[in-house]
C-alpha cells in the first residue's frame, strides 16, 4: 500500500507541484507569469540536456521487466535518463515557491513531496541517484533564476509618481 502511493506521488509529483503552484500563486500574477514561463523553459531545459547528455536509463538485467527496453521505444529524449525530469520539475517548483511566498508550511510540503519524488525515481530505477541529483540541482537553479527575475519585474512596476515627493518639497 505504501509502495503505490509513492509511486502515484512519483509519477504525478510535477503535475501535483505545478497545480498547487498556480494555486497558491494566483494573487500575485506577475510572480505567476514567470512561474509559468519558467515552467515551460524549465521542461524544455529538461528535454535539452537530455538530448546533450544522452545517458541511459538504469537497467535491471537480474529481472525479466527491462525498464530500458521499454524507454528505447519511446519518441525523442525522454527515452534517456540524464537529468530526471519529474526531479527537476518539482524542485523547480519548490524553490520558486520558496522564495515568492516564504511561508514554512508550504516550505515542509513542497519539500516532502520532492524528497518523495526523488527517492521514487530512484526506488523504481527510472533514474540513477546521480541523474536525480543532477535534476534537483537543475530545478533549484532555474527555480531561484526565475523568481530573482520575477522580483525584479514586480520591483520595476513599482516607481515612484509625481506626488510622492510632495511632502519633501512643502
Same mark, same amino acid.
Given at each position: 500500500?505504501?509502495? /503505490?502511493?509513492?509511486?502515484?506521488?512519483?509519477?504525478?509529483?510535477?503535475?501535483t507541484?505545478f497545480?498547487?503552484?498556480?494555486?497558491?500563486?494566483?494573487? @500575485?500574477?506577475?510572480?505567476?507569469?514567470?512561474?509559468?514561463?519558467?515552467?515551460? =523553459?524549465?521542461? =524544455?531545459?529538461?528535454?535539452?540536456? @537530455?538530448?546533450?547528455?544522452?545517458?541511459? /536509463? *538504469?537497467?535491471?538485467?537480474?529481472t525479466?521487466?527491462?525498464?530500458? @527496453?521499454?524507454?528505447?521505444? @519511446? *519518441?525523442?529524449?525522454? /527515452?534517456?535518463?540524464?537529468?530526471?525530469?519529474?526531479?527537476?520539475?518539482?524542485?523547480?517548483?519548490? +524553490?520558486? =515557491?520558496?522564495?515568492?511566498?516564504k511561508?514554512?508550511?508550504?516550505?515542509?510540503?513542497?519539500? &516532502? &513531496?520532492?524528497?518523495?519524488?526523488?527517492?521514487?525515481?530512484?526506488?523504481?530505477?527510472?533514474? +540513477?541517484?546521480?541523474?536525480?541529483?543532477?535534476?534537483?540541482?537543475?530545478?533549484? &537553479?532555474?527555480?531561484?533564476?526565475?523568481?530573482?527575475?520575477?522580483?525584479?519585474?514586480?520591483?520595476?512596476?513599482?516607481?515612484?509618481?509625481?506626488?510622492?515627493?510632495a511632502? /519633501?518639497?512643502?
Amino acid at each position: 500500500m505504501l509502495v /503505490r502511493i509513492i509511486n502515484a506521488i512519483g509519477a504525478f509529483g510535477p503535475q501535483t507541484s505545478f497545480v498547487f503552484s498556480l494555486l497558491l500563486l494566483r494573487k @500575485k500574477p506577475v510572480l505567476l507569469l514567470m512561474y509559468i514561463i519558467g515552467y515551460i =523553459l524549465n521542461h =524544455l531545459l529538461v528535454h535539452i540536456l @537530455k538530448g546533450l547528455f544522452q545517458q541511459p /536509463r *538504469p537497467t535491471d538485467e537480474t529481472t525479466s521487466f527491462n525498464l530500458e @527496453k521499454i524507454y528505447r521505444q @519511446k *519518441p525523442g529524449f525522454e /527515452r534517456f535518463g540524464m537529468p530526471s525530469g519529474h526531479t527537476q520539475t518539482v524542485f523547480y517548483s519548490t +524553490t520558486f =515557491l520558496y522564495y515568492a511566498l516564504k511561508d514554512g508550511n508550504v516550505n515542509i510540503v513542497m519539500t &516532502l &513531496l520532492s524528497l518523495i519524488v526523488a527517492y521514487q525515481r530512484v526506488q523504481s530505477r527510472h533514474h +540513477t541517484i546521480a541523474q536525480v541529483v543532477a535534476g534537483a540541482l537543475g530545478g533549484v &537553479l532555474v527555480g531561484y533564476a526565475f523568481f530573482t527575475y520575477g522580483e525584479k519585474q514586480v520591483k520595476g512596476l513599482l516607481k515612484n509618481k509625481k506626488d510622492d515627493n510632495a511632502k /519633501r518639497l512643502a
